[in-house]
């Protein structure tokens, strides 16, 4: 039995489109599936991230309300904070020179070894890669490449800048999944898929990446104590007592151990 496929829904669609609809529907079943899941994911990721904006929305609202009324405590806290720091400073400072005093003290003579904090090395293979992969998608959606096609500009200036973005300050795994992306013919800036023997990405896998990063933020910004106050307390602002007798304590014991300064 022939295969039947839903078509989109043709009312108001004049004549020529209605026809031409339903021959892309009947030829190209397959490619509408890939349309589908792609929007499917970008929706659920705009979703994700409409969601994370509004509790960062809200409980950043929560938390200027709370600094407001802390306000003073904030500042000394801080304050009572810096000066313990640079007393322990000096007291350090006074025990090395009394230790100079001693009779048995000895200068360290010859250059010191100063302790120099080593920066994780590239992977010369994996940067080659990097470069690779970068390349090949910034000629593929480069701008120049639509500079007569007003509709596809923009879109190609916003493709690349998000690649450029990716290259520079992203890994390898992010780079690779946009590189699939765009020529799984996802960029929409082409009307036929570019066949690469070497990408092996899943579909949309770069969708599915975004969305699971989204969805771990989105997880960190729910975990945060003051949306969970925000989410738990019959009354939010009855925190703010709690925070008031954390603060008199903290300050009663920086008091305490700045006295003498």
Do not use: W
């Not at 669609?13 to 970008?42: D, F, G, H, W």
């Not at 409409?50 to 306000?71: C, D, P, V, W, Y």
């Not at 994996?126 to 701008?143: N, S, T």
């Amino acid at each position: 039995m022939k295969r039947r496929f839903r078509t989109p829904a043709l009312k108001n669609v004049p004549e020529l489109c209605r026809y031409q609809l339903i021959y892309m529907c009947e030829k190209y079943p397959s490619k509408l599936n890939e349309t589908s899941e792609q929007e499917a994911l970008q929706a659920q990721l705009e979703s994700l991230t409409q969601e994370l904006e509004a509790i960062l929305l809200k409980t950043g609202n929560f938390e200027n309300i709370l600094r407001t009324h802390l306000e003073n405590a904030l500042i000394e806290e801080q304050e009572l904070t810096v000066l313990y720091k640079q007393q322990k400073a000096a007291k350090k400072e006074k025990r090395l020179h009394q230790k100079k005093r001693g009779k048995n003290y000895r200068e360290i003579d010859g250059l010191q070894t100063i302790a120099i904090k080593k920066t994780p090395r590239t992977n010369p293979e994996e940067q080659q890669e990097k470069k690779r992969l970068y390349r090949e998608a910034m000629l593929h959606v480069h701008p120049d490449k639509f500079s007569m096609q007003a509709d596809k500009l923009d879109l190609a200036t916003t493709i690349t800048t998000q690649l450029i973005a990716i290259y520079t300050t992203g890994d390898l795994d992010t780079l690779r999944a946009f590189h699939a992306h765009i020529f799984q013919g996802n960029d929409l800036l082409t009307d036929h898929i570019i066949p690469q023997k070497e990408i092996m990405q899943p579909k949309n896998n770069y969708l599915h990446l975004e969305i699971r990063k989204m969805t771990e933020r989105l997880e960190e910004a729910k975990n945060k104590h003051t949306y969970k106050v925000l989410m738990e307390y019959e009354d939010p602002m009855t925190f703010l007592e709690e925070l008031k007798a954390y603060y008199e304590d903290r300050l009663f014991k920086l008091r305490k151990r700045t006295r003498k300064g």
